[in-house]
């Protein structure tokens, strides 16, 4: 294990860390398959791309990277709530917030794995205790695995997690997402409504923001344009959200581009709403993203 703050060379994985946007200190990963970027800020993935490959993360042009304010794009790491809360900020706020690295590891196979923890600050006090740690796992894949300890002796906590991603697509309207035929949803454009997926292939034409409920399988997004699939897969989480802002909502959010909805699209992997995690006293939660592409047969 390399200890934090040098440069890791193994066997061909190697991490450099840099001054990143907004002068936030970032680490750059390059293996023999892939390069990626992490930011201390928030744990915040915002670049994962395979050699050969379009990157598979959309990056906001307009994003902010300062500390207090979310970066816009990549992963944002969700905890300990999803969505609004009266008086609180949206999403909880370790996504606002400075992680500590923790450690590097090499693997012999040139997988770099970093492993990130929470530090809980003044915005944690209010919240009922707990510790997070993130494994950022770098090959020919991006693995992430989200781990949170109740830390009281005596109570249950209740939270919600997830990893808001954000994709890379070279045209929304040439892009179809497949796996939720079926699932539950509360759609947020209709007020939370209650539905149910009809389609094998969604595809994108207006804003969407739907809450897939105990959906815990693999769900891909096919991009007709660059000509791959992305699949998505998880463990330990029933919940995946999928959003585009479309037209107006790009317009309303200033750390966005008003053309950027025609490149992204979000598919979330979490457990939120009604698949809450409720955690007994002094134990651990894992969640784990794997986030793949292949060719589009
Ligand atoms: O995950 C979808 C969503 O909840 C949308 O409703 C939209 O608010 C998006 O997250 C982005 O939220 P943010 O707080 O990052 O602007």
């Not at 590891?105 to 600050?121: N, Y």
């Not at 950022?136 to 991006?142: C, E, G, K, R």
């Not at 209740?158 to 796996?179: K, M, Q, W």
Request: aromatic share 8%.
């Amino acid at each position: 294990m390399t200890k934090p703050n040098t440069a890791a060379a193994g066997p061909a994985g190697r991490v450099v860390f840099l001054a990143g946007r907004g002068n936030l200190p970032m680490m750059e990963i390059t293996t023999a398959w892939s390069t990626a970027e992490i930011y201390l800020h928030g744990a915040h993935v915002t670049h994962f791309q395979r050699k050969g490959d379009a990157p598979l993360l959309f990056l906001s042009q307009c994003s902010r990277f300062e500390n207090g304010k979310a970066i816009r794009g990549g992963i944002p790491v969700i905890l300990p709530w999803f969505g609004a809360r009266e008086g609180l900020g949206q999403h909880g706020f370790v996504r606002n917030a400075a992680w500590e690295l923790q450690e590097i590891a090499s693997e012999s196979d040139d997988s770099v794995s970093v492993r990130l923890a929470f530090s809980p600050g003044p915005a944690a006090a209010m919240h009922p205790p707990f510790e997070a740690s993130y494994v950022v796992t770098v090959n020919d894949q991006l693995e992430l695995e989200l781990i949170v300890t109740n830390t009281s002796a005596t109570d249950t906590l209740v939270f919600e997690n997830c990893l808001h991603t954000y994709f890379f697509v070279e045209d929304i309207t040439a892009v179809s997402v497949h796996g939720l035929k079926g699932a539950a949803y509360l759609d947020k454009t209709a007020n939370q409504a209650r539905r149910t997926e009809t389609d094998d292939a969604i595809r994108i034409s207006s804003e969407v923001d739907r809450t897939y409920l105990d959906a815990p399988g693999a769900v891909e997004i096919e991009d007709a344009r660059i000509g791959r699939v992305i699949r998505v897969e998880k463990e330990n989480s029933a919940s995946t959200v999928v959003w585009n802002p479309w037209v107006a909502k790009a317009q309303q959010m200033a750390d966005f581009g008003n053309e950027e909805y025609r490149n992204m699209i979000c598919v979330e992997s979490g457990n939120v709403s009604a698949n809450r995690i409720e955690l007994p006293p002094k134990q651990t939660s894992r969640m784990k993203v794997r986030l793949g592409s292949a060719p589009l047969s």
